[in-house]
């Protein structure tokens, strides 16, 4: 068993380094993007942040009948904080027009930061071994995601703070070697089909666009403000049901692998 605890810098996460804020506005003659982009010319540090944590390793072994049980669970906790927001000063009119859709740094982008990982991540993997045959199986849990939704057609500052839940996924591997060289392996990857929530669920479970009391109420007012538009919340909920943040979105597939090893120890 071990664990572990460190302090100072760490790489920025995918978020950070692809943290972006543009906007479409429609004007009388053409349309106009505004706001700023991740591309090389435009890169800013827009917010300090700060990552707590515990990560935890157990692995246990022993003999099982003619063969050995290997089980292992690794977990992760931690949080990320933003300690302080840095917007450049040729940014400043966008943060102060009023316009929140039109921030350089908005709710829909902060959240990506904060939550837009799993907090919470368990691996338990068990494992046995007898003459040249192997079976293993990993569980996954994945901790609850919350974001913004992004809806084009609604407030400029955003939708629905959906909520996603935590889910678990379970992989199973059967491997045989024939030869000191070869390995043979058929598995089945999240075998009981585990998806994230589809989104209409997330958008229920977290809160309304701010405001609003319920997603009812914000209908309401959408609908009195753009008569005759039909709302689409969570954005494009019924061509796009699942979003990648929490978990892989294959489902259930089955493989078949063969390995040779060319080298190494005979």
């Known amino acids: 068993m071990r664990a572990g605890y460190n302090t100072g810098f760490r790489a920025p996460a995918l978020q950070q380094v692809q943290y972006r804020q543009i906007t479409l506005l429609p004007t009388s003659s053409e349309p106009r993007y505004s706001g700023i982009s991740n591309n090389q010319s435009e890169v800013a540090a827009a917010a300090d942040t700060r990552t707590q944590g515990l990560g935890f390793v157990a692995t246990y072994r022993r003999p099982l009948g003619r063969g050995s049980c290997n089980v292992s669970l690794a977990a992760n906790d931690s949080r990320t904080t933003i300690t302080q927001l840095r917007v450049p000063e040729a940014f400043q009119d966008l943060q102060k027009d009023g316009l929140p859709g039109n921030d350089y740094i908005d709710q829909r982008q902060l959240p990506l930061i ?68 070869l390995q043979l392996t058929a598995g089945g990857n999240n075998l009981f089909n585990i998806y994230p929530d589809n989104i209409s669920r997330p958008a229920r479970s977290g809160r309304a666009p701010d405001g609003f009391a319920s997603l009812e109420e914000y209908t309401s007012y959408y609908q009195s403000q753009n008569v005759g538009k039909t709302i689409n919340l969570p954005y494009d909920y019924d061509i796009l049901p699942y979003q990648a943040q929490q978990m892989p979105l294959a489902g259930r597939y089955f493989y078949l692998k063969a390995a040779y090893s060319l080298g190494g120890a005979k």
């Open 114 to 181: 904060r939550t837009g990982n799993p907090r919470q991540k368990l691996i338990l993997s068990t494992r046995y071994d007898i003459g040249k045959l192997s079976l293993l199986m990993r569980n996954f849990y994945s901790g609850k995601v919350e974001s913004y939704d992004f809806n084009l057609n609604a407030l400029p500052e955003g939708s629905s703070y959906m909520v996603f839940h935590g889910k678990t996924s379970t992989d199973l591997t059967a491997s045989y070697r024939p030869a000191k060289r």
